[in-house]
Structures are given as structure tokens and as C-alpha cells.
């Protein structure tokens, strides 16, 4: 019966004006063919070019995957898999492809050599069109590891059920007065937000990967722990009356793309600015949806939103992708600051992103600007390497950004007080100055980027301000901590520019601040910020 409503929820997605149907497509590179249950094996489609429908599952490795696909065991997997050698999550995935009528799933583990960084390179490369052209994902939402499966009883979820009753006078035909009682039955609003398919509580929504897996499908079913969902662009239900709670929020909270993602791309790309504000604002909101997201490497944090950043790119034809960075919305979109609630975020231990990209830290970030209204600055030029060339939107070499700005010297304390200090104190020793001192000399706050080594420093640090934004009613600006880059880079780039690594975001708070408005005022210089 529930395979029978799935199907249906697919068909009716046909006729949606903003879901593209479900077309028979050219296979990926390998799926593994779930014909026969007892004997699942790998599909190799590299020669043959055939057309089918398949299914693509999105879940939680939980660690590592001993049984994956490698260079080794790849030709006895085409023969076919040890059910053994299957975990939970995986089987259950098979089930569900075979019960549906369908013969081919995609999982990355098994689909993907994963011991051979070139076939990596190249299949990663193919994620979004792999998840936009699969005829239905499945989600194992609920699933903390790649061992627990999803394919078990629903718990459910435990809501009292309020019944308001009150009672009315009633005019009965005889002309006596009786009483007419009416009853509610209502579920409470919950206190604090509860587990949905879409938030935290599960375990899928804290893995990095999975926001594009998911927001790449126009077809989603979703084993959350308390119901099984279907989504596309156009509803978002639950399977078969399943208890939920999805008449209680908003459609809009559920992450998904704009329509035009799934549509044939404009004749005229970036000519609408309503579509590019639409475009623009659905980009910032997948970046806070993934920068929270956690990864089992590191390294990947570029390359697991690339799938979406590719997609992005269709609309965006003229502007390049700087590691994380749309060239048409700098300098605006240099204003980003960690977010951490509780603590300050870190830097991977090897180089992974210029320091001006908010890919160059882990952790929650918060975008400030969606556009370039006031700005103060202007790139010069900006040129990024990917690593691979498969892949334009992953992975970087090295990047740099040459900044027309404003620089001027400050002092930054080295302790938790997050302040900006006039510049004229500089000539007297800011390990002297007494607290007032500080509070007299404050123009605004630093947002500090991550734990750097300067901050275990005593006294304070001497760094530079670039500014990028001002403030449109002219109350502050915002602008780039920076200081000198050290180590094995020179601190002078090319035609002499000095060489900066970021640190920090500032903005200004004083309505009326002449040290501010004497900055501003100040000349421009050339930078360059790697």
C-alpha cells in the first residue's frame, strides 16, 4: 500500500508546473542493479549508454565503510555483492528501489571507487546532475550511521491531544431553552521546535553532504523518525496518514531551491534582476543552511556544496566562483563573520581556502551582505586555482584578492575583549592603558574569524582596517581585520603590493565618530589579501 502511494505522489509530480518529470536518463558511470535481492552487484554503464530510471540514496556514513568499492574488490562487485558486506542502510535503500518497481540505485560508497582519487574527482563532479536526474531520492533521514537502516516502525511522536469544550444556550423548537456543547480536538503549539525532517534533530541535517543531495532532488522520500514524507517543489506530505506534524510549519522552512532551478535555464541569462535578487538570496540562505553542517574531512567543505554551486552557476554565466565567492557579488559578500554561539571557530590545518572566503574557516558563518549598496571598494582583480579542473567549483589551489581600499593601522587586543581602539592612542603603550582607556578609545566591534595565534599573545597586536561597506544612513561602515601575511608568503605581492591575511570582520557602532568619518576620507591604496 505505502509503495503504491509513493508511485502515485511520483506521477502526480508530473503534472506540476514547477517539478520536472521524471525522465528516463543516461545511467551514471556505476548504480548497483537490485533485480535480484539475494544477489545485488555493480552496473558499470561506461560503453553501453543506457537509459533508465533510478534511485539515489542520501544518508549518514557514521565512519567508514570498510566494504566500500575499490580498485581491489570492484570486479567481484560487478559479479555481485555479499549481502554481507551490505550495511543496514544500504539494503534497506535496495528494498525500497526493488519494491518500487525499479531496477538501478545509486549510493556513493558503493558506486564510486573510493580508493582512487581521479575516479573521486570525476563522479564528484557528476553529484548534481546524478541527484537532479534520479527519479526519486531517498532520504534516510532518521539514520545516525550507515549500520542502523531506516526500513523499521515509525516511533510515534508524543503530542497531547487538547479537547476545549464550552457550552451555549440553545432555543429548542418547543420553545424551551436547552444547551448546545461544542468540542475541539487540537494538538499545542510545541515549545520549542520539534523534531522535523528538516531540522537538527535529525541526523541527516547535520551532514554536510546531504544538503545538496537533498536540495538537488525534485523528488525526495524521507524516512524521518517520526513519519515518511514526500516532497518535491510543490508539496511536501506525509505517506499513508502517517502522524506528523507538518500542518504546523511553514512550507517555506523546508530547504529547497527556486523553481527555475529544475526549469530549462533563461535564453538570457542575468538579464532579470528580480530573478538574480531571488537567485542571490536563495545562495546566502544555502550557505546558512551549510556552513553548520559537519564533515568527516575537512578538506571537502568547498567540494560538498559544489553541486550546488554548479547549478547556481547555469543563471550566473558571466560571473566566476571564487572558492565560495560569486565574482558579481564582491566586494559585498566579503562581509561574512563567524557565528559560533559558544565558541570562536578554527582553521583547518592545511590550506583549503583563501582567508578572505568564508570557506578558509570551520564552522557557522553568517552572511551580512547581499549586495553592493555602499560600497567603499572595488576588486582590482581576483584569480582562484581549482585543483582539479574537473571540478571548477571544489577544491583550491591558492587565491588572491587585489583590493582598491582604504587601510589604516589600529591596535587589536589580544584578550576576549572584541573592540577597535582609536589610532591616535598608538604613540603610548596599550599594555599600560587602563580599562576606562579602552572604553574611551571603542569605534566599533571585531568579529574575529577564528582562534589565531596572535590572540594568545599578550597586549595587543597591531593589524590593519580595509574597508569594504558603509553604513547606507551613514552611522559606520563595515570593513576586513586584516594583518600582515607571514611564514612562507612575502609580505609584498607583486608591483609591491602589501600582502594581507584576514582575520576579522569590524563594523562601526557610533552614530557620530570622526576617527570613522577621517578614514573614510583618507586616500586609497592597492592591497592584496591571500
Sequence with gaps: MTYNLIQKRVDECSHHEHCPPPQCVYLPTRVIDCAVLERPRVFVNQGIGLHEHYVALSYVWGGGQPNCTTTENLDSYIEGIPLTNIPKTIMDAIMVTHK??????????????????????????????????????????????????????????????????????????DGNIGTMHLRRRRYPPPRHREPQPWCPAEPINERAWCLEERVLSPRRLIYAT???????????????????????????????????????????PDSDPLADNEMATAWYKMLSLYT?????????????LSGIAEQFHRFWLHSRYFAGQWEHQLPGALLWKSSGAEECCSRPDGYRAPSWSWASIDGEVNLLSCGNDGILCSIIHCDVTPARPVNPFGAVKVGGSLVLDTVLAVWYPASERESLFVAAHAQSDPSKWPDSYYMQGCIGLVHRDAVEPVSEESGCVRVSLAFVRQVLDGTGAFGLVLIPATGQITNTGENNYPVFRRVGLFESQLRYNPIIEKWLNGGHQHIKII
Design 100 to 173: 518500487l518497481g525499479l531496477r538501478y540505485l545509486w549510493v556513493d560508497s558503493f558506486c564510486i571507487v573510493q580508493d582512487s582519487e581521479d575516479d573521486k574527482a570525476r563522479e564528484i563532479a557528476q553529484i548534481a546532475q546524478i541527484f537532479r536526474n534520479a527519479y526519486v531520492t531517498i532520504v534516510a533521514a532518521c539514520a545516525e550511521t550507515v549500520r542502523d537502516g531506516f526500513l523499521h516502525d515509525r516511533r510515534p511522536a508524543v503530542r497531547e491531544l487538547i479537547v476545549d469544550e464550552t457550552s451555549l444556550p440553545f432555543h429548542c423548537p
Design 226 to 268: 517520526h513519519t515518511l514524507l514526500y516532497e518535491c517543489q510543490a508539496i511536501h506530505d506525509n505517506i499513508n496518514g502517517i502522524p506528523n506534524f507538518v500542518q504546523l510549519c511553514d512550507f517555506r522552512e523546508v530547504p529547497r531551491l527556486p523553481d527555475r532551478i529544475f526549469l530549462p535555464p533563461p535564453a538570457t
Design 292 to 304: 553548520p553542517r559537519t564533515l568527516m574531512h575537512s578538506r571537502d567543505r568547498l567540494v560538498a
